[in-house]
């Protein structure tokens, strides 16, 4: 395969409990500022490849046949996408380009889901877009995890492109922590997410090491040091980490020799050169009042990039009005036309702490210690969400797409026209990437300055 195309979205789940190395232990009602280990002695960090890690399995198997129907799975995707803009909508003011997993973060918060209950459960399913019931949600998110693990398989992989697309959970606990064996069975059963055992208490930085090298392979070494030094430390007691990868090229993809430098106009009114990709070729298309939309396939036709650009001065109103209702009237009236197409290369990354987003959404009581309840993972009221990254990088090119993210939720202590349709993507732009059987948006994403 001449180039190797990649999208890679891990998320990750920190979590840590009171009443260890030392610290009292705090009742539900205790105050709600999270302890932190200032005060308790830093443990001599034992080498990387000297740290044991111990696998647990869980008494339960990946189930390969969930009990979810094709009503539930409609249901989740559903509303995945509902938060794909909801959450979009609520980030929209940070500057500059964006990109990110709303899939991803949907599937490590629903893994972290299984262990809520009470208000902090109902606050994170209405923020997430929940609309099952845990009995009914996690199979879906297994069958749907299946049939993405089926794409691909029409296509072979040959020196002209490809296709693959591979979604693996991890957890990662504190050895001698008693989880629920209900809870460990869940995440085995629908995300075939096994234990593995380090020793956050005494090795805080070697476990640290040890999860970042495991990220850094997972994303073909495109996401290092996932986990800044002292997130982990002497009281997490578990890490759930969701990775996706995706590799595939376009299916039309642009010839090189093609691709000249041309302007494209920024918010502001100025102009940058960037250099514009050309072809002309038959794409899904729809013209609206203020925005145009181009559907462009990748091998196999079972996943595709949309790109919705709005018109020159109309792309703040668009934005606004942007959800996962208007995104299907525009794909519903999307028809096939022969394109005069020119898109910019572009590849930026994008940082993007979700915490405080999470909590003015309406995930509250998940952050706060002697809140939130977590006690489906332990059986007791001590845990909490600390915080929740994310990182994202995204290149776009001839050949197809190349990106690589990552999210970490840290809980801690307590008809056919015949005429060419000349389309250019030369002013700010809104693109995502989404499985066409089932409508499931993987990415989201938008270009203000492919130059940056």
């Known amino acids: 395969m001449k180039t190797r195309i990649l999208h890679a979205f891990l998320v990750v789940a920190l979590l840590a409990v009171s009443g260890c190395s030392g610290a009292?232990?705090?009742s539900p009602i205790e105050a709600s500022t999270p302890e932190t280990s200032t005060t308790e002695p830093v443990p001599t960090q034992p080498p990387t490849e000297h740290l044991e890690i111990k696998p647990v399995s869980s008494s339960k198997a990946r189930l390969t046949a969930p009990t979810s129907n094709e009503k539930d799975l409609q249901k989740l995707v559903e509303g995945n996408n509902l938060f794909a803009f909801d959450l979009y909508q609520s980030i929209r003011e940070k500057e500059g380009n964006l990109f990110y997993s709303p899939y991803s973060i949907s599937l490590a918060l629903a893994m972290t889901y299984a262990g809520a209950r009470g208000e902090t459960a109902s606050q994170m399913a209405d923020t997430q877009e929940f609309n099952l019931p845990q009995e009914q949600l996690h199979p879906a998110f297994n069958q749907l995890d299946l049939i993405l693990h089926s794409r691909g398989e029409n296509v072979e992989d040959n020196e002209e492109g490809g296709f693959a697309l591979n979604v693996v959970n991890s957890l990662w606990g504190q050895d001698g922590y008693a989880?629920?064996?209900?809870?460990?069975?869940?995440?085995a059963e629908n995300y075939g997410a096994g234990l593995r055992l380090l020793d956050f208490a005494n090795a805080a930085e070697a476990s640290r090491q040890l999860i970042n090298d495991w990220v850094m392979e997972q994303t073909n070494g495109r996401i290092k040091d996932l986990i800044p030094t002292g997130v982990i430390n002497a009281l997490t007691r578990l890490v759930l980490v969701n990775a996706i990868y995706f590799n595939a090229a376009w299916a039309s993809p642009f010839e090189?020799?093609?691709?000249?430098?041309?302007?494209?106009?920024?918010?502001?009114?100025?102009?940058?050169?960037?250099?514009?990709?050309?072809?002309?070729?038959?794409?899904?298309?729809?013209r609206g009042k203020d925005y145009q939309a181009v559907e462009l396939p990748y091998q196999g036709h079972e996943m595709s990039m949309v790109v919705l650009?709005?018109?020159?001065?109309?792309?703040?109103?668009?934005?606004?009005?942007?959800d996962a209702e208007r995104l299907e009237v525009i794909l519903a009236e999307m028809t096939t036309a022969n394109l005069d197409l020119s898109i910019p290369k572009f590849e930026y990354d994008t940082d993007l702490p979700l915490a405080e987003v999470l909590q003015a959404m309406g995930m509250v009581d998940a952050f706060q210690a002697g809140q939130a309840d977590y006690s489906g993972m332990d059986?007791?009221?001590?845990?909490?969400?600390?915080?929740?990254?994310?990182?994202?990088?995204?290149?776009?090119?001839?050949?197809?797409?190349?990106?690589?993210?990552?999210?970490?939720v840290i809980v801690g202590l307590t008809s056919m026209p015949t005429e060419?349709?000349?389309?250019?993507?030369?002013?700010?732009?809104?693109?995502?990437?989404?499985?066409?059987?089932?409508?499931?948006?993987?990415?989201?994403g938008r270009v203000l300055n492919p130059a940056s």
Do not use: C
């Open 24 to 26: 009292p232990t705090r």
């Open 420 to 444: 060419t349709v000349m389309v250019k993507i030369n002013s700010p732009f809104i693109f995502l990437i989404r499985d066409t059987q089932t409508g499931s948006i993987l990415f989201l």
């Open 256 to 286: 090189a020799e093609l691709t000249q430098p041309g302007e494209f106009s920024l918010l502001d009114g100025s102009l940058v050169n960037v250099p514009m990709m050309n072809q002309t070729e038959m794409f899904g298309y729809t």
């Open 309 to 322: 650009h709005p018109d020159l001065g109309k792309y703040e109103d668009f934005e606004s009005s942007l």
């Open 179 to 187: 989880f629920l064996p209900v809870f460990l069975d869940s995440l």
């Open 379 to 408: 059986g007791t009221y001590e845990l909490f969400l600390q915080d929740v990254l994310h990182k994202a990088f995204v290149s776009v090119d001839e050949a197809g797409t190349e990106a690589a993210a990552v999210t970490a």
